[in-house]
């Protein structure tokens, strides 16, 4: 390759080699025309091979609590896990409990869901940090879809919708049913997205969306809870602007007000936030956070038991939650129809939180965490619960938080806090009967403080980037005004729409070379940036699609001053003048022609002397050949001008290879209009006028139909009006996509397509024997 390697300071490179066309390269740097991809039918038979290591490979990814738990390390991580587990098992109880009522269940399902999943997970999960179970944006999502389809309406006894009192017994076991048809189909969808490795999904739900989602969840949440706080019961509304109508009717019920259940809302609210600023201010000196929650819902569960004030001031209390576990049951199929589209919702926003806590925790311990391994475990959790009489599930972030705070190593921690919520659910649940639903509210309230903060994302947004500033804004709009369900879908679709704007409207740039480097800059940014004379060199700074292919090409002819619709007409105008005039010509040497034959047939019949008769004959006769041989020659160089003019330019870069096109211009006499080309050659390599464009399209990373056909159209319609294009650091990808979509001719060589744009400027510059301007251009890259 000649390639030499000086000797150089720091910071600074010499190199001294070839200009690197296509073929040049494939020469230079042997480009393989062989296949390592196996074939189909390998593909197949290696796929149906059966082998004792690939069998245990198979078993151990997709159950991976085989790898990891025969090498568990009592000594280094049972205490850890053992207070971790605690800790997360404590923070279980009134959690699932209070999250059931956001589902509108009862609260002992909470717990049933805070058990099973959790097992379930330990055995298929592959995070050891987050803990699975019930979440707050889940939990309202469950109970948006149990409300819709099983209203208090349709469960009225003893009279009509105004006097009747509801079966609250039948309509909650409508409603589990309802929760668990619910959790199975979305489980369902979580597995098979994970058996087709299908965990990318989650890549369409940016951050911002996420957050924003979550946050607009939020205040759907706290709107639910507001009548516990206020012991109000407003009317139930559905659909879009249903958040703001809940709303509305609260404050219009606030004169109805229960006086004692504010009181408790209030004492429990002011606890639960002094002491959990207490566990935030002194966390790094406090051995385990101080659990709260707890202590506060036995408090209350003893002061109203004991004090009698349910009876007396009709506190609105949790109620009987039975003791011990019941036995599966298998959802109702019938239901399935109904639940496609919220089941697809909850499976996706579900994974798209777990994969996020679950990718968070992994980066910063140094563990990896299996996408599509994640949506099998959450699948299989959610699909095994809906059998067990539990709702949806996810990871939560104040639960993994504390799992995580508190020394937590393994998933073992799950397994512990599981425990604790089986000893709860067998032996202690009954003894929560006396619960207000107001103290579960209040605590719903407190753990909504994290995703509230997010609204602080929108200061920092403005600052880095307003895009996903908008789409935060959009999400978090739609969803409080539109539902969860039809928010989270606007979301995306605005989201994708951000993406495609994107590409749709990149940036456009006239590249100029910095002077003593091979750099190409922006000369808009860059003040060093020079344009070389008579060349254009444009760049987009994304990838030239349908979408924005005829973008391209108007910018092309914007960013570079040629308009090809004008020079085009203008040459057709021009050329069409040059055949009127050439044809008027021919016309005339034609009536000329006859005239001398006329002349030459009456002076034949002249009566002169037989002498005189044969001089004059013999004069006209050659009179009459002199204007033949003129008129063959006047037509000759009639047609071969003509012929010179159609594309004359297009023509000469056609029948001649751009890289045998170092030599100078040379025409014949008979075409006069080559030598005119090679005279506006030689006054444009002077720098008097645009005569290349070089189009960088490194950024390109995949070509379609449009964009091959634009680029063709490009090379045509400059080559017309006499400019010559290239084609620069096009990458290997894109360029085996040319070949196959046929884009390299006779017209087209490979020998315009270059490695750098570098290596263009230097041919273009040496096709025009400016050898002096390419040491000018580089010092240190010579021909």
Known sequence: MDTEEKDCSAGEYFVQRKVLDELRLDEVAQKGTWSTKPTLGERVKESLRCSVPRLKHTLLSW??????????????????????????????????????????????????????PVLVYFIFGTSRHISIGTFAVISIMIGSVTERLGPDMNFIVNGTNETGSVDLDARDAY???????????????????????????????????????????????????????????????????????????????????????????????SVLIVVKEINE?????????????????????????????????????VGEIPSGLKAPR??????????????????????????????????????????????????????VGGFFQCYS??????????????????????????????????????????????????????????????????????????????????????????NL??????????????????????????????????????????????????????????????????????????????????????????????KRKLEKEKKKAKKEAKKQRKAVSHLSNDTLSKMSERKVSAGLKGQSQGNVVALSLTETSTNGLSKGQVNLAYQYDTTMSDSDSDTSCHGDDDIPQVSHRCDEETERAHGSDTHSIILDISTTSFVDTVTVKTLKNIFRDFGEIDLDVYLAGCQACVVEQLETAGFFTESIPKSRLFVTVHDAVLHVLKKLGRTDFVLDVSCSTQM
């Not at 205490?79 to 009862?106: E, K, T």
């Not at 489980?187 to 098979?192: D, K, N, S, T």
């Not at 107001?438 to 719903?444: D, W």
């Open 485 to 578: 369900d039809l928010g989270l879908a606007v979301s995306i679709g605005f989201s994708m729409l951000t993406v495609i704007f994107r590409t749709q409207l990149p940036r456009y740039s006239i590249l100029g070379h910095v002077s003593g480097t091979d750099l190409y800059l922006d000369t808009d940014t860059y003040k060093e940036a020079k344009e070389i004379p008579g060349i254009k060199i444009f760049r987009s700074s994304t990838t030239i699609y349908y979408t924005n292919a005829e973008m391209y090409l108007e910018a092309l002819q914007d960013k570079t001053g040629i308009e090809i619709g004008k020079l085009l007409t203008a040459k057709k105008k021009q050329n069409a003048k040059l």
């Open 175 to 269: 409603r589990v049913q309802i929760a668990c048809s619910l959790t199975v189909l979305a489980g369902i969808f979580q597995i098979l997205l994970g058996v087709v490795r299908f965990g990318f999904v989650v890549t369409y739900l940016s951050e911002p969306l996420i957050r924003g989602y979550t946050t607009g969840s939020a205040c759907h949440v706290c709107v639910s809870q507001l009548k516990y706080l206020f012991g109000v019961t407003p009317a139930r509304f559905t659909g879009p602007l249903s958040l703001i109508y809940t709303l509305v009717d609260i404050c219009r019920l606030l004169p109805e007000t229960k006086v004692p259940e504010l009181v408790v809302s209030l004492v429990a609210l």
């Open 330 to 383: 298998a959802p109702d199929a019938t239901l399935f129809s109904e639940l496609i589209g919220d089941a697809f919702a909850v499976a996706i926003v579900g994974y798209a939180i777990n994969i996020s806590l679950g990718k968070t925790f992994a980066l910063k311990h140094g563990y990896k965490v299996d996408s599509n391994q994640e949506l099998v475990a959450l699948g299989l959790s959610n699909t």
């Open 63 to 116: 159950v991976p609590v085989l790898s990891w738990l025969p090498h568990y390390s009592i000594r280094e991580n049972a205490i850890g896990d053992l207070i971790s587990g605690c800790s997360v098992g404590i923070m279980h109880l009134p959690q699932g409990m209070a999250y059931a009522l956001l589902a509108s269940l009862r609260p002992v399902f909470g717990l049933y869901t805070s058990l099973y």
């Open 393 to 482: 599930v996810t990871s939560s972030l104040s639960r993994s938080l504390v799992q995580e705070s508190t020394g937590g190593k393994t998933q073992v921690a799950g397994v512990i806090s599981s425990i604790i919520v089986l000893v709860t659910v067998l032996k202690i649940g009954s003894l929560f009967s006396d619960l207000p639903k107001a103290v579960l509210s209040t605590i719903v309230f407190v753990n909504l403080k994290g995703m509230f903060k997010q609204i602080l994302d929108v200061p920092m947004l403005w600052k880095t980037n307003k895009v996903d500033l908008l789409v935060w804004l959009v999400t978090i709009i739609s969803t409080i005004l539109l």
């Open 281 to 317: 201010c002194y966390k790094e000196k406090l051995p385990l956070p101080i659990p709260i929650e707890i202590v506060v819902i036995i408090a209350a569960t003893i002061i109203i038991h004991f004090g009698g004030l349910t009876s007396k001031y009709g506190i609105d209390v």
